[in-house]
């Protein structure tokens, strides 16, 4: 007993040792936001006022001084962020992470971005001189305070060697947003995967895009798109309330002879698939945990449609959760410049903000631009064959560092159409996949687009600014005080051949399936100042009209329930003000929900036999789960009990829906493509799809058996994992969001780094897009708006605006996690942009001189 005494005695004399020493590091390495610092190279004299939410006001004398400025509070605050981005654009984590990053270094270095980086950065003519000279000084501060000495205390964790910074990373840590391609890498291998194994089916309907519906296009379909309507193989609308009737299928036999254009059976699946798998496998553990880019919401409105007479501009990038969050906001003002803006970190120029007479916003257009080859090679590996004759691979030698462990040496092969991806997976075994990017074939010269946009005085010098992006694929939103307003789908189409199916992976050696043109700038997609005087975008379809040359726009399009939210609630009166906007950002309403519903409600029946299999109380609970469904208003809140009940039967109805035809790890990456709500939108009204038979059963299973073993199921996870009474089924017991900081990945660190977790609102297809990946089942939030920005040019000093954490990034600053309870509250904050606005608000005071 005193032997226990005395240890448990020890253990707290060392817990607090630990707690002390812990204290100290972070006091010593707080960054110092007040006093005068000397600064070698600023120039000028700048002066830094940071607001009560962290926010730095850097008032400058001149460009150079501010742009140093701005680096040097960057790195005070991002500078740990911006060492792993710029080593994981350019394939180099594995020196400070270890050994398995390496497929996540070999990933990016087969995506060439260095190269690129150091083409773009040796090509003077690409750039515009101020552009490189305001990068330069940008730089020159980061490394100034590099050259300090108190570095974020990740260094001293990770024992990460000093290195300055270089205009090459900036550059790459911009182009790594071009990695929004993800999404379409996953859904064409899916599509090629899934095709192969049932060649009788009639694969689009699992790769529907907006086959299936209407209205829901930016260009055609403002300001009020119409509900979806969802048609039979003939065309009729069908009525989803029918009664189900298959007595006409007798067995399994008839229901496939019923069904041979959609035949779901495997038969003789081609072996080449196996490459494909092992591709497609290999390609979603080395993305996991990197943030998605992948959805956002946009809408502007002219002054004809706002209280002030003013045009509005409302923005939320939804963007994969991390900590720090993906944007540093920061006000920056010097002669002929007043700007207020969002920053990746290590890049000088905002993506979004707002200056004193403009203001714009950004989405991910979705377009796709990117195909996926399989390539014939030679024997000996040096070869590929294209039209009929055998050319040389391109070999580019890379050296990844590697902690404690011998550098690792490979080489990235290249043919006509881009790089070999499939090279970065360990033992692969298939046909070599290359990958064509528009991003490697066109110049995309994304510094200059910044630069230019954020110095443009009008919507035709904004316009020419975004028409040089060829990619990544963007949304610009703009408005300005002249009263304009606009809308441009900036990137460029890719032109195929009409007989190639671009969802799919194109045949490398015919030249049949080669790109053979872009479509000009001029024939994308856009809209300026239309009669309605509103433009929405949410990654929908930007145009439903097809294009010379080129036909249907091709794009990865997120579901259309944002954009037809959107539009129906900006249709609902004529004029909104600021406050209206709030609440439209944070609207948590469901549309396709109300279509489901209908469907859940026709089928679900608490007497069917399946329900009476369960015990008493299972049936009881059943009977409330279909009372809460019948009682859902739709709304994804907090405290909603059908919201509970719905997602958890969709996940269920998904998950027998498909789980038997794909296999688990392929419905996974499948659930976590924007084709899995299209699909299910379209599959859940069509009650005689094949798709609803369990093929590993003997019985023919209905639309209505997969929904009654859904809720039996349903009712059996609720009472494990939220509660036995359904009274406490709240959407907050189950739904959850944290902030994972790199470190904190690993546990105990987690308790240290990362913010949370916290019970949240919102669904994968609302307004408010806080989500998770549905099939996974962990109900754990993945990604969602990365900001929320609500500006008016009518009073700078009143625009909204909230971060999902913190502006600082440091562990030890005030701002690491202060907005984090007001961001999940749906609070906002007023930006200060007025020189008495910022002093009246003024926290710290930093001065920087010479």
């Known amino acids: 007993m005193i032997f226990l005494t005395r240890l448990s005695g020890w253990c707290l004399v060392i817990v607090l040792v630990m707690i002390v020493v812990w204290e100290s590091l972070l006091i010593s390495q707080a960054p110092n936001y007040s006093g005068t610092k000397l600064v070698k190279g600023i120039g000028s004299e700048v002066n830094v006022y940071r607001d009560e939410s962290g926010v730095p006001h850097i008032i400058a004398k001149d460009a150079k001084s501010a742009y140093f400025a701005l680096g040097y509070v960057v790195a005070q605050d991002r500078l740990f962020q911006m060492e792993i981005i710029r080593r994981l ?17 070999k990933m990016f270095r087969t995506l060439l971005l260095t190269e690129w980086a150091m083409e773009y950065s040796n090509s003077q003519e690409k750039i515009s001189p101020e552009a490189w000279t305001n990068l330069d000084h940008y730089l020159l501060g980061v490394n100034s305070f590099l050259e300090e000495g108190n570095l974020p205390m990740e260094y001293t964790i990770l024992n990460i060697p000093v290195q300055k ?27 090629s995967i899934l095709s192969e194994k049932f060649p009788d089916r009639k694969i689009e309907d699992l790769f529907p895009r907006y086959d299936f519906e209407k209205g829901s296009s930016i260009q055609e379909d403002q300001p009020s798109p119409p509900l979806l309507s969802y048609r039979d193989d003939k065309g009729n609308k069908e009525n989803t309330n029918q009664t189900q009737n298959t007595s006409h299928i007798l067995n399994k036999q008839n229901l496939n ?62 963007i994969g959760y991390s900590n720090p969050g993906t944007w540093y906001e920061a006000h920056l003002v010097y002669p002929g410049m007043n700007v207020y803006g969002y920053y990746l970190a290590g890049v000088p120029y905002p993506l979004v903000g707002n200056t004193d007479t403009k203001a714009w916003g950004l989405t991910m257009l979705e377009n ?17 064959l294209h039209k009929g004759s055998w050319k040389d691979l391109e070999f580019l030698p890379q050296a990844i560092e590697v902690k404690a462990e011998a550098t690792e040496n490979f080489e990235v092969r290249k043919t006509i159409h881009g790089p070999i991806y499939s090279d970065f997976v360990k033992g692969y075994s298939g046909k070599p996949i290359s990958i064509y990017w528009v991003f490697h074939h066109k110049n995309s010269p994304l510094l200059d687009v ?43 189409f890719p032109i195929r051949n009409r007989i190639t199916n671009s969802r799919k992976i194109l045949d490398g050696p015919s030249g049949l399936d080669d790109v053979v043109d872009l479509l000009p700038f001029a024939s994308n997609p856009q809209l300026e100042n239309p009669s309605n005087g509103i433009i929405a975008t949410a990654n929908n379809m930007p145009s439903s009209v097809g294009r010379q040359r080129l036909g249907q726009l091709e794009g990865n399009w997120q579901p259309s329930d944002r954009f037809n939210r959107i539009t129906k609630v900006l249709s609902e009166k004529q004029r909104f003000g600021i406050d209206d906007m709030e609440k439209l950002i944070l609207d948590t309403e469901s549309e396709s929900s109300h279509k489901i519903l209908d469907v859940y409600l026709s089928q679900l029946n608490p ?30 809140n907090t405290e909603s009990l059908g919201t509970t009940v719905y997602y958890v039967l969709t996940y269920h109805v998904m998950k027998n829906l498909l789980q038997d035809e794909m296999g688990e790890e392929l419905m996974l990456i499948y659930g976590s493509t924007a084709e899995s709500l299209n699909a299910y939108k379209h599959l859940i009204q069509k009650e005689n799809h094949p798709l609803w038979d369990n093929k590993d059963t003997s019985a023919i299973e209905t639309r209505g058996d997969i929904l009654q073993i859904s809720l039996a199921e349903s009712v059996a996870y609720l009472k494990e994992h939220v509660s036995k009474s359904p009274s406490l089924w709240t959407w907050k017991k189950l739904y959850s969001i944290e902030f994972i900081h790199p470190i904190g990945m690993k546990k105990p660190m987690n308790l240290l780094f990362n913010i949370g977790p916290f019970p949240t609102n919102g669904s994968p297809e609302v307004v408010n897009n806080i989500k998770s990946q549905l099939l996974d089942g962990t109900w754990k939030v993945k990604s969602g708006p990365s900001t929320r920005r609500i500006v008016s040019l009518d009073n700078l000093d009143e625009n909204r605006t909230i971060l999902p954490s913190g502006n600082s990034g440091n562990l030890a600053s005030p701002f690491y996690e202060d907005q984090a309870i007001p961001y999940l509250k749906g609070e906002f904050r007023k930006t200060h942009f007025s020189e008495e606005s910022i002093k009246a608000h003024t926290k710290y005071h930093m001065i920087l001189v010479e």
């Open 368 to 384: 796709d631009d990117v195909d996926l080859y399989s390539e014939t090679l030679s024997e000996d590996g040096k070869k590929y």
């Open 450 to 492: 910044l630069h230019e946009a954020l110095y443009s005085k009008s919507n035709a010098e904004m316009r020419s600014a975004v028409s040089r992006v060829t990619s990544p694929g963007l949304n610009f939103s703009y408005i300005d005080k002249s009263g304009d307003i606009g809308w441009w789908g900036a990137g460029r």
């Open 257 to 318: 002879q019923a069904y041979s254009t959609m035949n779901l059976r495997e038969k003789n699946a081609s072996q080449s698939s196996h490459g494909m798998d092992q591709f497609l496998a290999a390609f979603q553990k080395a993305i996991v945990n990197l943030p998605p880019v992948e959805g956002s919401n946009s809408w502007v409105l002219a002054g004809a449609r706002t209280e002030s007479g003013k045009a509005i501009l409302c923005n939320d990038p939804h």
């Open 89 to 105: 654009s350019q394939g180099r984590l594995a020196e400070i992470l270890g050994k398995d990053l390496l497929p996540v270094d």
């Open 607 to 636: 007497k069917s036999e399946t329900i009476l299999k369960l015990s008493k109380q299972d049936q009881t609970l059943a009977k409330e789960a279909i009372r809460l469904l019948s009682e859902w208003n739709s709304d994804a």
């Open 165 to 191: 910074f270089e205009r090459k990373d900036a550059l790459t840590s911009l182009a790594y947003m071009g990695f929004s391609f993800a999404e379409g890498i996953k859904t064409d291998s899916l599509y």
